[in-house]
């Protein structure tokens, strides 16, 4: 059983920051991906980042990169989420989830390539 637990989210004002965390534990993996995801009111849920868990190789999705900075503490089995520069279209319950591969990584990006979800953290970015 695998358990992954976020926290961190908040109300902040435009431009405004927060760090998310996901904490993960349970079974062990010997090749993963942590991504995160989010998902605003009537849309789908949608990719923000990702991090290759052994080598660190980070992922992000065009509206956030160069804001955003995903980064893991293998020690805690932590992955955060650093958000800079909050707009209000990034309002929306974050996610944080887990792929496994056995060799490759094919993609990172797909919900549905996750095996195993948290139950989300809210995240509101004010006008």
């Known amino acids: 059983q695998v358990q992954l637990v976020e926290s961190g989210g908040g109300l902040v004002r435009t431009g405004g920051a927060l760090r998310l965390s996901c904490a993960a534990s349970?079974?062990?993996?010997?090749?993963?991906?942590m991504g995160w995801f989010r998902q605003a009111p009537g849309k789908e849920r949608e990719f923000v980042s990702a991090?290759?868990?052994?080598?660190?190789?980070?992922y992000y999705e065009d509206p956030v990169r160069g804001r955003f900075s995903i980064s893991r503490d293998k020690a805690k089995n932590t992955v955060y989420l650093q958000m800079n520069g909050l707009k209000p279209e990034d309002t929306a319950i974050y996610y944080c989830?887990?792929?496994?591969?056995?060799?490759?990584?094919?993609?990172?990006?797909?919900?549905?390539?996750?095996?195993?979800w948290g139950q989300g953290t809210q995240v509101t970015v004010s006008s």
């Open positions: 991090i290759d868990w052994k080598d660190g190789i980070q």
């Open positions: 349970g079974r062990t993996f010997n090749r993963h991906v």
């Open positions: 989830a887990v792929q496994e591969y056995s060799d490759i990584v094919l993609r990172v990006s797909f919900v549905s390539d996750y095996n195993y």
